[in-house]
């Protein structure tokens, strides 16, 4: 059974920081990309970060220099640290893991983690 479970989020203040974690099981996480989307309220789920098996990392515009995506192979985990958090971060995330090949593609989703940033 493939599980995504993302933990975390919470409430923090502008400036702050967050460490998303998303704990993979039930699939070969190593050869998987992994990315954290957010949707904020009234808006479009959007990418925020990727990383490749390969360890080769993609960042959306609005977070490049704040946030970082890593990932643990042996642990089956890929987390997100968040440094200087932004009101306009403020979102459910979304851990996602994806395998693409010529004759399929393959894609799971976390239920979703809260991230508030608010004074």
């Known amino acids: 059974q493939v599980q995504l479970v993302e933990s975390g989020g919470g409430l923090v203040q502008p400036g702050g920081s967050l460490r998303l974690s998303c704990a993979a099981s039930?699939?070969?996480?190593?050869?998987?990309?992994m990315g954290w989307y957010r949707q904020a309220p009234g808006k479009q789920r959007e990418l925020v970060a990727v990383i490749t098996g390969g360890g080769s990392t993609g960042y959306a515009d609005s977070v490049k220099g704040r946030i970082t995506i890593s990932r643990d192979n042996a642990k089956n985990t890929v987390y997100l640290q968040m440094n200087s958090l932004k009101p306009e971060d403020t979102a459910v995330y979304y851990c996602?893991?994806?395998?693409?090949?010529?004759?399929?593609?393959?894609?799971?989703w976390g239920q979703g983690t809260q991230v508030t940033v608010s004074s």
């Open positions: 996602n893991g994806r395998l693409t090949t010529p004759a399929r593609r393959l894609e799971y």
């Open positions: 039930g699939f070969t996480f190593s050869i998987y990309t």
